[in-house]
């Protein structure tokens, strides 16, 4: 019987070799540093696409810069305890952050079973980055970070330490979702009604279909251009309000098949609803002639809320021109039209990848602002495209996935690539408006690999009569001894008597996790007769993961390769994921080559042309810190990189 496995955790900072010029508090005062995340830009794949000759920036930022051979990820490798680590400079059992979804804290009032955002700002229990910088002086602009929201949090510390509060601007959107994507179609329309005033040239009838955009009213008139010989409806007026509106505001649409840039996109629409503000726009991809098929593609609207008054607020948004647009897993279910693996042509993807265009255009242009308006001495963005890629097509792209099929990853992996050059552009972006005493680091949370089944670990705990579940079908807490929690899919968590309604003793501990043990490494895929569970990790045996803590687990488990854990209850111990080509996912331990993680410098303080050996998440923060002349927070664990070397 296989048992459980250590294996070596920690990068010795010795043998990094990262030379930070000029690195002295002095030095660090005039130097601005902007910190950029690729969300899931795993190191396979940006050594793959580098090769290939798709990223430029980067490779420009490794021969002027420095490129590390990989990051080591937090565990579980996951968004939000990847950027934890990556800001906090610790692991989760010091900064809390143990999954996407954290149990809620104090033990002794809360259920195991209760969860908050991992995301929140009020679930993080170490200082990050971008609170250190601005406590030590220094102009902080947030553009888009993890643990911000809600962002009372960091303002109440900084004002009880006396701090400015123009020393931080921060904004986040992410939980202030407006109206989500969507393609209205012809059901709706009808022959426009009488009133019309302000209508564009249009010879024949007119056709209208009334919709409305998180409660704020829209109308969609079908008409034909007299411009255009073709007869026939051709163009659509998209207005804001009603038909007799005087000074409406309101744009025409044409349709166009997808294209490489974001000219056929309507103008934002400001949309103010629920005590938010956002922006929205239209892109007609489809129109018949005779109205009978209508392809409008609305873009996805949220709010923004952070440090900053309302006018200030929107003054930055309509920038930018909107938030981010995540379409992915909407067009994965055919939104677009057919996908490639529905047979489609490949105009689903083009429109995707027009789709993220404006994304990166919008994010280019809010980046742009907040350089000119606040001129921060640290700036902080992320982008999440690369990482929704990812989830909808790594399934397939994976050569070391079950459900890699080369013929139609060579078909999308170039759609995939795309998505890393418009990333790479946006950064190619920042290096040229970087002045001399500009620092560039790119980084990111976690890798990616491809998945075709998925293995629920309390279906395996109930067969072994560690887990009940009540009537309704959840956990029955008087008489389960370990779960997995929800949002704990990577660990099991003991339902120990420190926990409100918890039933397992001290002395019971290491019996129950014994029997969960072996409960895991016996599960075998009845499809293959294969082992699911590659191996355990207990965080008292393994106490250099920065697993475990507070709010972590007491078994953490790593799986085979093609399988991904869910704490769903009631389901199949090993079942098929709901997708033809299966998943990308990430989590695993971070030791797996799919799971490493990047970093880039480039610029002030930065040393030439060097390649570095590994480093962890947890050495960004004390790097960063060198580069800005700040104290390194204590609560870090991670070394600067370099640190042999003199300040």
């Known amino acids: 019987m296989r048992t459980t496995t250590t294996r070596r955790w920690w990068v010795a900072?010795?043998?990094?070799?990262?030379?930070?010029?000029?690195?002295?508090?002095?030095?660090?005062?005039?130097?601005?540093?902007?910190?950029?995340?690729?969300?899931?830009?795993?190191?396979?794949?940006?050594?793959?696409?580098?090769?290939?000759?798709?990223?430029?920036?980067?490779?420009?930022?490794?021969?002027?810069?420095?490129?590390?051979?990989?990051?080591?990820?937090?565990?579980?490798?996951?968004?939000?305890?990847?950027?934890?680590?990556?800001?906090?400079g610790c692991w989760a059992d010091l900064n809390g952050i143990s999954g996407n979804s954290v149990p809620l804290l104090p033990r002794a009032g809360?259920?195991?079973?209760?969860?908050?955002?991992?995301?929140?700002?009020?679930?993080?229990?170490?200082?990050?980055?971008?609170?250190?910088?601005?406590?030590?002086?220094?102009?902080?602009?947030?553009?888009?970070?993890?643990?911000?929201?809600?962002?009372?949090?960091?303002?109440?510390?900084?004002?009880?330490?006396?701090?400015?509060?123009?020393r931080l601007v921060a904004f986040s959107g992410f939980e202030h979702a407006m109206a989500p994507p969507r393609v209205l179609g012809a059901e709706g329309l009808r022959p426009a009604s009488r009133g019309w005033?302000?209508?564009?040239?249009?010879?024949?009838?007119?056709?209208?279909?009334?919709?409305?955009?998180?409660?704020?009213?829209?109308?969609?008139?079908?008409?034909?251009?007299?411009?255009?010989?073709?007869?026939?409806?051709?163009?659509?007026?998209?207005?804001?309000?009603?038909?007799?509106?005087?000074?409406?505001?309101?744009?025409?649409?044409?349709p166009r098949d997808a294209r490489e840039d974001t000219t056929a996109w309507s103008r934002p629409f400001r949309i103010a609803s629920r005590g938010l503000v956002g922006f929205v726009r239209f892109r007609l991809f489809g129109l018949a002639p005779d109205g009978s098929g209508v392809e409008l593609y609305q873009r996805s609207v949220n709010g923004l809320k952070g440090t900053e008054d309302e006018a200030e607020t929107e003054r930055y948004l309509a920038a930018a021109g909107g938030f981010h647009d995540d379409a992915f897993l909407a067009y994965g279910r055919g939104i677009l039209g057919p996908t490639l693996w529905e047979h489609g042509s490949g105009e689903a993807e083009r429109r995707m990848l027009e789709i993220t265009r404006l994304d990166f255009e919008i994010v280019r242009r809010g980046t742009h602002h907040a350089l000119a308006r606040w001129s921060p001495d640290l700036l902080l963005h992320y982008t999440p495209m690369t990482d929704s890629a990812g989830h909808v097509w790594m399934g397939v792209l994976d050569p070391r996935s079950p459900l890699h099929d080369p013929g139609l990853a060579a078909r999308l992996w170039p759609f995939y690539a795309a998505v890393f050059e418009l990333a790479d552009a946006w950064l190619g972006d920042l290096l040229a408006a970087a002045g001399p005493d500009t620092a560039v680091v790119l980084v990111s949370d976690h890798g990616m690999e491809g998945t075709g089944k998925l293995f629920n670990p309390n279906a395996a705990l109930e067969q072994a009569g560690l887990l009940v579940r009540t009537r309704d079908g959840e956990i029955d807490l008087a008489r389960t001894v370990v779960a997995a929690p929800p949002g704990g899919d990577f660990y099991l968590m003991v339902n120990s008597d420190d926990w409100r309604d918890g039933i397992v003793q001290p002395g019971d501990r290491s019996a129950v996790l014994e029997r969960a043990r072996r409960a895991l490494l016996s599960i075998v895929d009845p499809a293959t007769g294969q082992p699911v569970v590659a191996?355990?990790?207990d965080p008292v045996v393994c106490p250099d993961m920065g697993i475990g803590g507070p709010t972590g687990g007491d078994l953490y488990l790593d799986l085979a390769p093609g399988y991904y854990p869910t704490p769903v209850l009631?389901?199949?111990?090993?079942?098929?994921?709901?997708?033809?080509?299966?998943?990308?996912?990430?989590?695993?331990?971070?030791?797996r080559?799919?799971?490493?993680?990047?970093?880039?410098?480039?610029?002030?303080?930065?040393?030439?042309?060097?390649?570095?050996?590994?480093?962890?998440?947890?050495?960004?923060?004390?790097?960063?810190?060198?580069?800005?002349?700040?104290?390194?927070?204590?609560?870090?664990?991670?070394?600067?990189?370099?640190e042999a070397l003199a300040p």
């Open 570 to 591: 009631g389901s199949a111990v090993v079942q098929p994921v709901p997708s033809p080509i299966g998943f990308g996912n990430h989590g695993f331990y971070p030791h």
């Open 197 to 254: 005033r302000h209508l564009p040239r249009h010879r024949g009838p007119i056709r209208e279909l009334a919709f409305d955009v998180a409660g704020v009213p829209f109308l969609a008139v079908l008409f034909d251009d007299p411009a255009d010989p073709a007869p026939g409806f051709d163009s659509i007026l998209i207005r804001q309000g009603g038909r007799g509106d005087t000074g409406p505001v309101q744009d025409v649409v044409k």
């Open 535 to 537: 191996a355990v990790f």
């Open 13 to 88: 900072p010795a043998a990094l070799a990262l030379a930070l010029t000029g690195a002295s508090s002095q030095a660090g005062e005039n130097r601005q540093v902007i910190l950029v995340s690729w969300d899931a830009g795993a190191d396979w794949v940006v050594d793959r696409l580098l090769a290939e000759g798709r990223l430029p920036t980067v490779a420009r930022m490794a021969s002027e810069g420095v490129r590390a051979a990989h990051v080591l990820a937090a565990f579980p490798s996951k968004t939000a305890v990847g950027h934890a680590a990556l800001l906090t």
């Open 110 to 166: 809360h259920r195991m079973t209760e969860t908050a955002s991992g995301f929140a700002s009020t679930s993080l229990r170490a200082e990050p980055l971008y609170i250190s910088a601005a406590r030590a002086g220094r102009r902080v602009v947030v553009l888009s970070a993890t643990q911000v929201h809600p962002v009372e949090t960091h303002v109440a510390a900084l004002r009880a330490a006396g701090v400015p509060p123009d």
């Open 593 to 642: 080559r799919s799971m490493h993680a990047i970093f880039y410098g480039w610029g002030s303080g930065i040393a030439r042309d060097r390649q570095i050996g590994p480093i962890t998440q947890t050495d960004i923060v004390p790097t960063v810190a060198r580069l800005l002349g700040i104290p390194t927070p204590p609560t870090v664990t991670g070394h600067v990189i370099g």
